[in-house]
């Protein structure tokens, strides 16, 4: 198969939802109940393309100890698996489901230590899927061993390609790969409001301040910034404008994944004929709104896509 997006994800890990009556420290809970799910938000956004029907491959590093449920899930969605395995186990990321007041709390664990030789491999598997004008999401945190500029190396091969490449990271990652050190940008990043305050190193308090942060980020040659904002949706920016998205409705329950699916909605307006802004808004935060209201199923459904993406709010500004 001929991939038409890959994703890149080095610091993977096992989701492991816990629902509980309510939270309090201190205390001893007993659980509603409890899943395993392959997660990492490169694996995220694989999942919700291959959902979508773009040929996808996963490419990463896993621990050859407890490899199941990601194998699991490239055979479910058709994704091809292009991840290395090393010794040892993938991190567990414990959610915690407070029921009663609708917030998850995140405990995540330390992932597994890797180094440059393995960074090399990722790096083989990835020359051999590039080709002009392909979606590349490389996504997530890096784990120990790797310098902040391993995200960088990665999108300074994908560019010379002419592959396009969504960014997800944040702190010194996304600062090395933003740096005028290095001779290529990403084609788009999607920073939340605190990564971007990280990264531009003062408070963005209003749209104002992060509509100013983007267009910095434009001026270093990023095409497409779209900024998450929570509940009031997103801001999108390119050269040609600005503009902010939102969701007719909010959705309740685990937001777990939300801002992978924009991603992945994100790498499939790129894929279509001609790009144009709101488009890409209207269906990156459709893709969001199928991603949150499927649950622990973890699935886009494209025809609730479709049917939503007419109804995603878009306020343009001047």
């Known amino acids: 198969m001929n991939p038409r997006a890959v994703t890149v994800t080095l610091n993977p890990a096992i989701d492991q939802t816990v629902r509980l009556a309510g939270l309090q420290p201190g205390h001893v809970h007993r659980a509603f109940s409890s899943r395993d799910d392959a997660g990492g938000k490169g694996i995220n956004v ?3 393309l291959a959902d979508w029907g773009v040929p996808t491959a996963a490419l990463g590093v896993i621990g050859e100890d407890n490899p199941g449920v990601f194998s699991a899930l490239f055979s479910a969605r058709g994704i091809t698996d292009g991840c290395l395995r090393v010794p040892g186990r993938t991190r567990t990321n414990i959610k915690l489901v407070d029921e009663t007041h609708g917030e998850t709390t995140d405990i995540n664990l330390p992932g597994l230590p890797l180094n440059g030789a393995d960074l090399d491999v990722v790096c083989r598997r990835l020359a051999t899927l590039l080709q002009p004008q392909l979606p590349v999401v490389l996504s997530g945190s890096l784990p120990s061993g790797l310098p902040a500029d391993a995200w960088a190396r990665l999108q300074a091969q994908a560019c010379s390609a002419g592959a396009r490449v969504l960014l997800d990271t944040s702190g010194d990652a996304l600062g090395a790969a933003l740096s005028s050190a290095h001779a290529s940008v990403p084609y788009a990043v999607k920073p939340n409001r605190h990564e971007l305050e990280s990264w531009a190193g003062t408070p963005l308090p209003d749209r104002s301040a992060l509509r100013a942060a983007g267009q910095r980020l434009l001026e270093r040659g990023v095409a497409l910034v779209v900024i998450s904002m929570g509940v009031d949706g997103a801001l999108f920016m390119d050269r040609d404008g600005a ?3 939102r969701p ?8 777990v994944g939300a801002g992978d699916a924009m991603v992945a909605g994100i790498a499939a307006a790129l894929l279509e ?5 709101a488009s890409c ?3 990156a935060t459709a ?5 949150l209201h499927s649950g622990d199923a973890r699935r886009l459904d494209p025809a609730q896509v479709r049917g939503w993406t007419d109804d995603v709010l878009i306020e343009r500004l001047d």
């Open 243 to 245: 503009l902010i998205a």
């Open 281 to 283: 808004a209207r269906l």
């Open 46 to 48: 694989a999942a919700c």
């Open 287 to 291: 893709f969001s709104m199928s991603r």
């Open 273 to 277: 004929p001609a790009f144009e802004l």
């Open 248 to 255: 007719p409705r909010l959705s309740q329950g685990s937001t």
